[in-house]
């Protein structure tokens, strides 16, 4: 497979909502191999320490990623979780211990040929998506891995994988997310993305690749990026720390912070 463009210094997608051990329960993210770093951003383990009082609500924020995620005691139940273009509610029960793969944008369809747009705000059975990979999951995985285990397996399914793969990437749509990630998302879409691709064109590459258009995609790069950055203070509105990430005024810094997190800002950082 030709190499992807490499957006992992450009791009850093974060899942703050969960603390580890916080609560019984405990997030952790693994490194894939060096060769896999620029399609696999992370593998990742949420898992509870202990029994909890009661179900478990687990918020994913928007991230411009896919998702593959399995639970460890039932790996023949596995899932592929679309790009999504607001934040998404699990309800877990008091005790789990869920594996998962985080793909960097564009990964995904370059790697299974699956039009990301048709995975888009929803999760669906692997089975139905890439019942090879979920067999593989289902006859590989099971609750006494350690993530060392995880992580090779993971790591070894995916070289083989990569060592088959054959595709040609679009150097205009490489050129897009660039423009979009070098900037943190805070570019005109209709100006600012000068790649000799006419507005059809651009939608149909990043509904292809990504799962959405190219202006989604960069309000949540904007929104990543200013979690990444991360506010000082917990009153990121009365700072107006808004303006430094690209938000011409509050409320609308409120209403995109809590479409993508699912929370206001003052919420999410203490207020």
């Not at 939608?203 to 799962?211: D, K």
Request: proline share 7%.
């Amino acid at each position: 497979m030709k190499n992807p463009m490499n957006i992992r210094p450009l791009y850093t997608p974060i899942q703050p909502t969960v603390k580890q051990a916080a609560n019984g329960v405990m997030y952790q993210e693994f490194l894939p191999a060096p060769c896999l770093q620029s399609y696999v951003y992370c593998y990742w383990n949420l898992k509870t320490t202990q029994t909890l009082s009661e179900q478990f609500n687990y918020r994913v924020v928007a991230d411009g990623c896919i998702d593959i995620f399995f639970q460890l005691e039932n790996p023949q139940e596995n899932f592929v979780m679309g790009f999504c273009k607001k934040f998404t509610e699990f309800p877990l029960n008091n005790t789990f211990n869920y594996a998962g793969i985080r793909f960097l944008p564009t990964i995904f369809p370059e790697l299974f040929k699956i039009n990301a747009s048709e995975l888009s705000n929803r999760f669906e059975d692997l089975s139905i998506v890439l019942p090879e990979f979920s067999r593989f999951i289902k006859d590989h995985f099971n609750p006494r891995n350690t993530p060392q285990e995880i992580t090779d397996r993971l790591d070894q399914y995916f070289v083989n994988l990569l060592s088959t793969v054959k595709t040609e990437n679009d150097p205009r749509l490489s050129n897009a997310l660039d423009l979009i990630l070098q900037n943190n998302g805070v570019i005109e879409i209709e100006k600012g993305l000068d790649t000799g691709l006419s507005p059809r064109q651009l939608r149909r590459l990043f509904e292809y690749y990504i799962g959405d258009s190219a202006k989604t995609f960069s309000q949540i790069v904007r929104f990543q990026n200013f979690l990444r950055t991360g506010p000082s203070s917990p009153s990121p509105q009365k700072n107006k720390l808004f303006y430094d990430a690209g938000y011409y005024d509050q409320a609308h810094f409120i209403r995109e912070f809590k479409n993508f997190y699912g929370v206001t800002p003052g919420e999410a950082f203490g207020e």
